[in-house]
């Protein structure tokens, strides 16, 4: 596993749990990836991964998630150096959160949801992002409800904390049902008033930078906008939507950076998110930017694509932005090694000339930290979004492409 580095002397430790089922196919290096994943959400809460167990099976133990043998090796290590958190790559069912609890008695049990759920929590700055986050808490809580509140009650510190309330009254769930219905009325203002603020930005064309977590979409945004989006080489550095309105040549567009998605993005999130992925769905094009220095970087592709499809009633044009060729790397193979080609043995070339040559023109390689190629990429958002313009503005088209009276004569050039 990746070792990521604290300075922290406080900063709580947590043991990590992750499966593969024969169902899924799993790779053990796919599952590896996946818990280095976890990893650095955990950081990006403010814990430290310290060790990791995994298991392989037909299919997920119901009552525990993974097996009982498994889970006492989990017990022993956790309280022979007094490790205060578990955390599951996986939801875990109330009744499987329930089980694990009275078996790792004193550990703090989280699953993938509750640790995402903590660091929307953390990152989230404005009323909307603030009481979207809290929506999607309180659904997360509602049907954990037994036994849940005297679990937060055992937690003093580090993750995982920053759930909304803690008292005695947060048992009663009409009081939670309450909140729910308060926050989903407060959710509606919100949306109506950046409904309006859509309305209110005409008919110019609408681009969404969209993709996996920290794949550099505000990087990107800063690069062909107004700097001053938070980009930081952390998950879900920024969850409110900004929207900038950039003009490429003659062409004015709204460019709107997104909330980036995740394998197993929660539900409660997806849902409570409207106003921010309303940004997605009333996009004319959306850059999907993709970090090809990643080695999952085609699950990534997948993870988006799905969300994206789960999101819209068509499809919408889609321009594939892979970021990061300045960080790609890759291992040649020597003409006598005669193992198989594995996926890290192709250059950047290799894999231009693979699956990737036919997604045809709508593709480009960049990199947004150094400004690579960054001109292509505006010419192919200016050829698409100059389409769009005409198609709504012809007789301004049509002023674009009349000969200049104040052009120089050939003689004079």
């Given at each position: 596993?990746?070792?990521?580095?604290?300075?922290?002397?406080?900063?709580?430790?947590?043991?990590?749990?992750?499966?593969?089922?024969?169902?899924?196919?799993?790779?053990?290096?796919?599952?590896?990836?996946?818990?280095?994943?976890?990893?650095?959400?955990?950081?990006?809460?403010?814990?430290?991964?310290?060790?990791?167990?995994?298991?392989?099976?037909?299919?997920?133990?119901?009552?525990?998630?993974?097996?009982?043998?498994?889970?006492?090796?989990?017990?022993?290590?956790?309280?022979?150096?007094?490790?205060?958190?578990?955390?599951?790559?996986?939801?875990?069912?109330?009744?499987?959160?329930?089980n694990i609890e009275n078996i790792l008695k004193?550990?703090?049990?989280?699953?993938?949801?509750?640790?995402?759920?903590?660091?929307?929590?953390?990152?989230?700055?404005?009323?909307?992002?603030?009481?979207?986050?809290?929506?999607?808490?309180?659904?997360?809580?509602?049907?954990?409800?037994?036994?849940?509140?005297?679990?937060?009650?055992?937690?003093?510190?580090?993750?995982?904390?920053?759930?909304?309330?803690?008292?005695?009254?947060?048992?009663?769930?009409?009081?939670?049902?309450?909140?729910?219905?308060?926050?989903?009325?407060?959710?509606?203002?919100?949306?109506?008033?950046?409904?309006?603020?859509?309305?209110?930005?005409?008919?110019?064309?609408?681009?969404?930078?969209?993709?996996?977590?920290?794949?550099?979409?505000?990087?990107?945004?800063?690069?062909?906008?107004?700097?001053g989006v938070l980009a930081e080489d952390k998950?879900?550095?920024?969850?409110?939507?900004?929207?900038?309105?950039?003009?490429?040549?003659?062409?004015?567009?709204?460019?709107?950076?997104?909330?980036?998605?995740?394998?197993?993005?929660?539900?409660?999130?997806?849902?409570?998110?409207?106003?921010?992925?309303?940004?997605?769905?009333?996009?004319?094009?959306?850059?999907?930017?993709?970090?090809?220095?990643?080695?999952?970087?085609?699950?990534?592709?997948?993870?988006?694509?799905?969300?994206?499809?789960?999101?819209?009633?068509?499809?919408?044009?889609?321009?594939?932005?892979?970021?990061?060729?300045?960080?790609?790397?890759?291992?040649?193979?020597?003409?006598?090694?005669?193992?198989?080609?594995?996926?890290?043995?192709?250059?950047?070339?290799?894999?231009?000339?693979?699956?990737?040559?036919?997604?045809?023109?709508?593709?480009?390689?960049?990199?947004?930290?150094?400004?690579?190629?960054?001109?292509?990429?505006?010419?192919?958002?200016?050829?698409?979004?100059?389409?769009?313009?005409?198609?709504?503005?012809?007789?301004?088209?049509?002023?674009?492409?009349?000969?200049?009276?104040?052009?120089?004569?050939?003689?004079?050039?």
């Amino acid at each position: 596993m990746k070792q990521y580095h604290h300075t922290a002397k406080d900063i709580e430790q947590a043991v990590l749990v992750g499966i593969a089922t024969r169902q899924e196919n799993t790779s053990p290096a796919t599952l590896r990836e996946h818990l280095d994943e976890l990893a650095l959400l955990v950081e990006t809460a403010g814990a430290k991964a310290v060790k990791t167990f995994t298991q392989i099976l037909d299919r997920p133990v119901t009552s525990t998630l993974v097996g009982k043998g498994k889970l006492a090796e989990i017990q022993a290590h956790v309280e022979e150096h007094d490790i205060p958190l578990v955390i599951f790559d996986d939801e875990l069912t109330p009744t499987q959160l329930r089980n694990i609890e009275n078996i790792l008695k004193g550990r703090k049990i989280l699953d993938r949801t509750n640790l995402i759920l903590d660091i929307f929590a953390k990152r989230a700055r404005t009323a909307g992002a603030k009481a979207q986050v809290e929506l999607a808490q309180y659904q997360y809580l509602l049907p954990r409800l037994s036994g849940m509140w005297t679990h937060l009650e055992r937690q003093k510190g580090g993750i995982g904390l920053r759930g909304p309330g803690e008292t005695e009254i947060e048992t009663d769930r009409r009081v939670i049902r309450d909140k729910i219905t308060r926050l989903k009325e407060q959710l509606r203002k919100i949306d109506r008033q950046m409904t309006t603020q859509r309305a209110n930005r005409g008919k110019l064309t609408r681009v969404a930078i969209v993709g996996y977590t920290n794949a550099g979409k505000s990087t990107l945004m800063n690069l062909l906008a107004n700097p001053g989006v938070l980009a930081e080489d952390k998950l879900f550095a920024t969850l409110d939507t900004t929207v900038r309105k950039i003009i490429i040549r003659d062409v004015p567009i709204l460019l709107a950076d997104t909330v980036g998605f995740i394998r197993k993005l929660p539900h409660h999130l997806v849902k409570s998110f409207k106003s921010t992925l309303d940004e997605v769905r009333e996009a004319d094009l959306i850059l999907h930017l993709v970090d090809i220095s990643h080695p999952c970087f085609e699950e990534q592709i997948q993870v988006v694509n799905e969300t994206l499809a789960d999101l819209l009633d068509t499809p919408k044009p889609t321009l594939v932005v892979f970021n990061k060729i300045d960080a790609f790397t890759y291992i040649k193979k020597e003409e006598d090694d005669l193992t198989p080609v594995e996926r890290q043995n192709y250059s950047l070339a290799d894999l231009e000339q693979s699956w990737m040559s036919k997604q045809g023109p709508d593709r480009v390689f960049i990199s947004a930290t150094r400004g690579e190629n960054i001109r292509e990429l505006k010419e192919k958002i200016y050829t698409i979004a100059r389409e769009i313009h005409a198609s709504r503005f012809p007789f301004n088209d049509f002023l674009y492409n009349q000969p200049s009276t104040d052009a120089p004569s050939p003689a004079n050039e």
